[in-house]
């Protein structure tokens, strides 16, 4: 397990640094479809799977901090697990919904597209590496490029939405970030 990733993760979730409202574009998208399993990719607090569960999903939520997923365990409708995603592989065909949030990592990409099931949406918001960014993670690859996403899933996926925008982080700083949503057709 990456030991240094889960200390970190585990002092900011103790501290209750984080948001507790799901992002806009999830109140948008998360009934898009008919479906009722969700998956929650670095859950943290897990504000986007409480919002997943108050619509009814049966939520996977996955983080690294045993901090944040001890705040999940006992509600409703959401299964907390534990994982490192160095070696945590995402269960095929399962999801009509993944939500990845300010968590990147690339070899998840090809494990998102097969755990969704046929007319499953895909919604990934995160930061774009831009001159703009007052405040920079402290690892490079942790920002996507412009147009990383459209370049890797564009040809996979049917995507719906993408963007980018200036905003501020919850620390108040601005940051440049992209967002897309999209669909696994039923023939992919």
Known sequence: MAIEDKIRWNEKHSKNMMPQEPIELIKKYASFNDGKKALD????????????????????????SSVAIE??????????????FDNY???SNSYDIIVCTYFLERKLFPQMIKALKPNGILIIETFLDDE??????????????????????GDKLKIIE?????????????????????MKNNTI
């Open 71 to 84: 705040q999940l365990k006992d509600v409703d409708k959401i299964n907390p697990l534990e994982v490192d």
């Open 162 to 182: 993408i963007s980018k925008y200036l905003a501020k982080d919850y620390r108040g700083f601005n940051t440049m970030k992209t967002h897309m949503v999209a």
């Open 41 to 64: 990719i670095a859950c943290g607090n897990g504000r986007h799977s409480r919002y997943l569960a108050s619509l009814g999903f049966e939520v996977d939520a996955l983080d690294i």
């Open 132 to 153: 703009a960014n007052e405040r920079k993670p402290s690892n490079p690859t942790f920002r996507l490029k412009d147009g990383e996403l459209e370049e890797y899933f």
């Open 89 to 91: 592989i995402l269960a």
